[in-house]
Structures are given as C-alpha cells and as structure tokens.
C-alpha cells in the first residue's frame, strides 16, 4: 500500500470504530465474544481518541452479556499477536468453554 492509501484505511477504520457505527453491528452479534482490548497508541492516534473509542465499548459490555472484555494488555492493537498472545489465547479459550456449556444444555 502506498503512505496514501494507508492513511485512507486508517481514516476509514477510524470512523467504522466509532460507537454510533459498531455499536449497532455489536449489538446484533449473538454468539460469545471476548474482547483483548490494547492500552497502548496506536500510530497516526492524536490526543485521546484511541482511549476514548475503547471507553465506548463498556456499554456494549453492560448491555450485550455475551460481549465481554477478556483482557486489557498494555501493547497497541497491531502488537497484540506478538506480544500479548497469551491474553488472546485465553479470549479464545474463554468463547470457547461458553460455547462448549451452551452445546450440552
């Protein structure tokens, strides 16, 4: 991708994440989810707009219980797989064994 073409994406990921965007795509989700949220930057971020798109994610948690934060690791979004990839795996493990209660009920 050009530098151009990366910064469109950005852009567009940056308005897909907003909560008047997600929240209804969230809100329509029924199987366990678990999130690993990032704490760190993210590059291209300015001010606190990454901490403020993560914020709204906690009335997603308070109002889908099937959607919930698994774990918040210190790493940005782009790193977690390489630095954070034991709080993933323990996300998938976590959808998993939900997944596994509702199949024997």
């Known amino acids: 991708m050009t530098a151009a073409q990366m910064a469109d994406c950005n ?6 994440a907003r ?4 929240g209804p795509v969230l809100d329509n989700i029924a199987v366990p989810v678990r999130y690993v949220l ?3 930057t993210s590059l291209g971020s300015k001010g606190d707009e990454q901490e403020r ?11 889908k219980p099937n959607i919930q934060l698994s774990a918040k690791v210190p790493s940005n979004h782009g790193a977690i797989p390489k630095k954070d ?13 939900v997944l596994g209660r509702e199949d024997s009920s």
């Open 11 to 16: 852009i567009e990921l940056g308005r897909l």
């Open 19 to 22: 909560a008047g965007e997600l």
């Open 38 to 40: 990032a704490s760190g």
């Open 53 to 63: 798109m993560r914020a709204s994610l906690d009335q997603v948690f308070e109002r």
């Open 85 to 97: 990839a034991p709080a993933a795996a323990k996300a998938v493990r976590e959808g998993a064994a």
